[in-house]
């Protein structure tokens, strides 16, 4: 058994963190110490580590909890897992894609400077009156 702090160090998750993933129920209440001290096993590092990874790929608290809700029924269907799945990495797609809306519109601004005076500065002129990006993000 380790206690938070060194679960902590091995997984890459900050104390206050896991105390959160506690409370929230994504990671079940660990069992204490006479003087009250957290402790935790390999299940727990595994568990968190999973979470953490998940976090890293962009995975929402709501598709962790189901993931790992599904991952204790070792029989079902991972048709489930695939969708979360590929809905998170269509919302990648579309933040990949809206980023790379920003680099051109910043290369261009950047472009259009030169470099005289604030007065006529272009990047403020754009930042001031941005263009229309209604078609969505």
Not at 11 to 40: F, H, Q
Not at 61 to 77: H, W
Not at 98 to 112: D, N, V, Y
Request: glycine share 6%; charged share 30%; hydrophobic share 35%.
């Amino acid at each position: 058994m380790i206690t938070i702090g060194t679960l902590s160090k091995r997984t890459g998750v900050n104390i206050e963190t896991i105390r959160y993933y506690e409370r929230i129920k994504l990671i079940p209440p660990a069992p204490r110490t006479d003087s009250g001290r957290r402790l935790y096993g390999a299940e727990d590092v595994r568990r968190l580590t999973f979470i953490r990874h998940a976090r890293d790929l962009g995975f929402d608290i709501a598709a962790i909890k189901t993931m790992l809700a599904l991952q204790d029924v070792p029989d079902a269907s991972c048709q489930q897992v695939t969708q979360i799945a590929t809905d998170q990495l269509e919302a990648v797609e579309s933040r990949i894609r809206r980023l790379l809306g920003l680099r051109t519109e910043l290369t261009r601004m950047i472009k259009e400077c030169d470099n005289g005076k604030v007065a006529n500065c272009r990047i403020i002129e754009v930042l001031a009156d941005p263009p229309d990006h209604s078609d969505g993000p």
